[in-house]
Every structure is written in structure tokens, then in C-alpha cells.
């Protein structure tokens, strides 16, 4: 199997759950319903009750005709089967209603607690999981929990009639009653060897769908890529193999729970026939006899008896499925995070006064980001960070929005622990717009006040106006109320710039970190932006990492990094007058952004 289970390793947070630790928790999720469980219970009973009814009415029926075989007798006898039938049918009726409502409540609570917890988790947890295999356990893993719940309804109605049959066969023939009971622990020893390897079959099948839709859903975001590569074939051979993989593993569980069914068909028709056997020579009159009727009854009782049993017994096998999923979505709930808070202090608006002190981070065992990093920045400074790629710029904008644990030193924030605040009110306090802005399916108008929502439409076109004076509002087709698509597609890179710019400006932070938003946008675009971020500013502290010119010559000060260590600090002019790394940079990558450059590049060589 080995070939077959290749790629589909368990996540690091997955674990293992005890069954009684895994039905503790389901359980906790139907309390809010117990009149209405209380009702099923009710439902149930009275539906056991009509149906062990039905063939013990029939046998008393046979003994009765026989003895006196009248019309009224026959219709009687109907009419009371088909009233039972019909009560049963009421009954079973009421019962899966409310017993729909009841689960469907609880997968409602269960989708919500899980949707939460995943949002909550840190963005550590996102680099190291694909987004699809989350996906795969928010929706289908939590519908899929209704089924233990389902099962253990069924195995209780099972039971019940199981137990109503065995009572009533007791009272007639405790030595037949016995040969049934007798063949019980059989079937259940049956069913129980299943047990293991369902849970795995299951848990393999549930982790090839989780492998499929991480894929579907990469390969759906990035088709603009693979188009302009031609790499469609590649993308569908991808999915061809991962498809075949999991049709493999979907026979196979399916091959397992259902061939507890023909081994339970076989074991039941020996004892039919062994009941067959005694029964029939329990007619022939002596100590112990029984009529015919209660041969019929007991005949009956194997049918009713033995599909209870048989669906008792494969229950634990059908029943690790809805366990499976259970178990794949608490390991998600569960799932420890790595940015934890020492406490939950409330602040009040910050000055913005940040300070590393010797700080420690890598974000794996295997190669460390930030040696030893310190660094002091005051309140309503801007400073932009510059460096060649890994030199841990991105880490810093990272570290002081919490979204990552460091792993020694300290970050303070007006001279208080980070890991001591309130993160909630702290990233209520922080302005950042990434170098690739996500904009969410809407208007300009919502993607905007998605950074303050309780902010009025004036405010929102308040905080748009204020880049470049609006203008940029004019090359939308209905201005604010223009639909930005899909991820922000019916948009330019520019544009998506400048909505991401604008709902920071609504926010109105206290401290702002761009993750350079100029660096694929053209002039004219970035003169806007430019010019809101000279708004955005001003009075508030700042980091930048700087990828153009016009950004780094706006810094009050520029630090120089390298394999996460600082080079140098200083200004433009004074850093350029020392001639070392940064303008080994400029000369490199900011040089020809330069206005001057520029102009003495396009300026008409003379011939000599």
C-alpha cells in the first residue's frame, strides 16, 4: 500500500483522538437541543414499539385464524397491521425531521467554531499548510461529522427493537431465545475486526480529497501562469494522477465497509438456519413446544434481529467515517499557535516609538533570518529599509505586526512588550499595504471601508480623495460604486495600489508599514500614490521597505540591511557621500530612477 499512500502524510497538528474523547465533544455540540433530542428519543421509542408490534401481532394473529377463521378476524387482524405500519411510518417520520434539525444545528456550530479557529491561526500556519487542504476540512470533513451522529440515532433505534423482540421471544421460548442471543457476540467480534482498519482507510480517503482540492484551487489562481507557459497538459497530468490516487482510495475504504455486509449476510443465514432447525422440532408437541404462530414469530424475529444486529455491528466500522472527520476537524480547532500573548493589555493610541532589542527570529530550525538584530525608531520617524533579497526586510514589517513569534530578544512599542498587548486593539493601530494588494469581491467603495467598517460613505470618499485629490476615482467607470472582480481583476495593479492605500488611510493608524506598493506600478501611478503616502505620514511612524528611489528619498532615514544584520544608517545624501553598501545599491538599483539619470541618459550624444 505503501505506493498508495505516498504524498498523503498527516499535517503536523493533526493528532489522535480516543473514541470517547472524540464523543465527548460531539455530544457537547447537541446540548443546546436536548427538547428536541428529547423528542427523538420519544419518536424513536414509540417507532420500535409499532414495529416489533407488526410480526408480534401477525404470529398471535396465525394462532388466532387457525382457531377461528373469520371475516371480521381477517379484517381486524389488517386493520390493526395497518395501523401500526402507519404509526410507525408517523412516527419515523417525526423523528428524522427533528432529528435533521438537530444535526444540521449542530454542524452549523461545529463549521463556525472551526471557520474561527482558522482564521485565528497565525500566518506561520499558512505558509506550512495549503489552503485547499484547510478548505477540504471546513466544508466537507464538518458535514461529514453529521454522520456519527446519524449512526448512533440508527444504532439506538436499532437496539431498542432488538431489545423490545428479545423481551417478548423470552416470554415464550427462552431456550430459542437463547440460540439468538447466542449468535450476537459473533456478529459484534465480526464487526469489531473492521474497526482499525476502517479508521485508516477512511482518514487515507479523507487526505487524497484534501491533496485534490489544494490542487484545484492553486491551479484555479494561478491559470494565468500556466496559460502563459503552456502548461495546461502539466497542470491536468498533475490532477489526472492525484484523481487516479484517490479513486484507488475510495475503493478501497468503500470495498471495506461494505464487505462487512456479505460476512454478516453469511453468518446471519447460519443461525436462520439453525433457528430453523430448532424451532421446527420445537412444533412437534412435548415440554417446551411452541405453535406454529410462535414458530412463525421467531422465524420473523431473525429477520428482525439479525438486520439489527448486522447494522450494529458494522456500526463501528461506518462509524469511523463520521470519526475520521471529526477527528481531522478538532486537530484543526486544536491546533496550537505559535504567536502567543503573555497577557492581554488594553493601550491607548499609540506614539509609535519601536525598538528591537537584540532580537532573535528564524521561521524554521534550518536558517535563521534575524541573527541579532536591534534597532531603535521614534515616534513619527520614517525610516525605510533597504537590502538586497533575504536580507530581512520583510521579516521586521512582519515581526512588528505580530503576525510571526520571535524567538529571542524583545519588540517594545512605547516602551511596553509587544507580546504583553491586546492584539486586537494593537492591529486596530497599524496601517499596512502589502506589495500585492488583495482586494475582496465588491465595490471600491466596500473594499475601502473594509479597514474601518463602521465608517460613512463621506469618510470613505474623504480618505479616497486624498490621493492625488481624487483624480484617480475619474478613470473608474461608476467611481467608488465600481466593481472590483474577482481578487481585485477588474482593476490595473495601480488602481489596486491605491484602494489598498485608501483603506489604510480610513484607518487612520498609528504607525504605517508599506511593503514597497510602488515597485510594479507605472509613474504616473506612482506619483499618486506618492503623493498619499506623503498624506498618510505625516505625524505617524513609518517603516518602508523601499524599493524605489522617490521612497527612499522621502525616509528621514534610511537603514542599509544584510543577512539580517544592519550596515549602515543615515540619510540619502550623507549615506551617498560615504560610498559604501548603500551606494553600492544606488548606483545599482536606485541610480536609473533617478530624474538626472534620466535626463543625461536621453540627451542627444554630439559626434565627434
Known sequence: MGHILSGLETEDYDRQYRDRELLRRILAYFRPYRPAMLLVGIMLTLNSVATTASPILIAQGLDWLSANPSMPAIWLMAGGILL?????????????????????????????????????????????????????????????????????VNLISQLLLVLLLLTWLTAINARLTLLVIAMIPLAVAIALSFRRIARRVTQNARRITAVINAQIQESISGIVVAKSFRQEPAIYASFAANNQQGYRLGLQRGLTLVTIFPVMTLTSGIGTAVLIYAGGLATRGGAGSVTPGEWYLFMQAVAFCWWPIINISSFWSQFQDGLSASERVFALIDAEPKVRQLAQEEIPRLNGRIRFQHVRFSYNEKEVVLPDFSLDIAPGETVALVGHTGAGKSSIARLIMRFYEFQGGQILLDGRDIRRLNLAQYRQQIGLVPQEPFLFSGTVRENIRYGRPGASDAQVTQAARQISAGEWLEALPHGLDSDVGERGSSLSMGQRQLVALARVILKDPA???????????????????????????RGRTAVIIAHRLSTVKHADRIVVMANGRILEEGTHNALLQQGGHYAELYNTYFRHQSLDYIETWQRPKTIS
Not at 115 to 144: C, M, W
Not at 511 to 537: K, N, W, Y
Open 84 to 152: 401500526l405500519g402507519a404509526s410507525a411510518w408517523v412516527f419515523n417520520y417525526i423523528r428524522q425531521l427533528w432529528s435533521a434539525r438537530v444535526i444540521g444545528g449542530a454542524v452549523l456550530e461545529l463549521r463556525r467554531d472551526v471557520f474561527n479557529a482558522t482564521i485565528g491561526h497565525d500566518l506561520s500556519f499558512y505558509d506550512e499548510h495549503p489552503s485547499g487542504k484547510i478548505v477540504s476540512r471546513v466544508t466537507s470533513d464538518t458535514q461529514d461529522f453529521s454522520a456519527v451522529v446519524d449512526l448512533s
Open 511 to 537: 504607525i504605517f508599514i508599506l511593503d514597497e506598493a510602488t515597485a510594479s506600478v507605472d509613474p504616473f501611478t506612482e506619483t499618486q500614490i506618492q503623493e498619499g503616502l506623503d498624506a498618510l505620514m
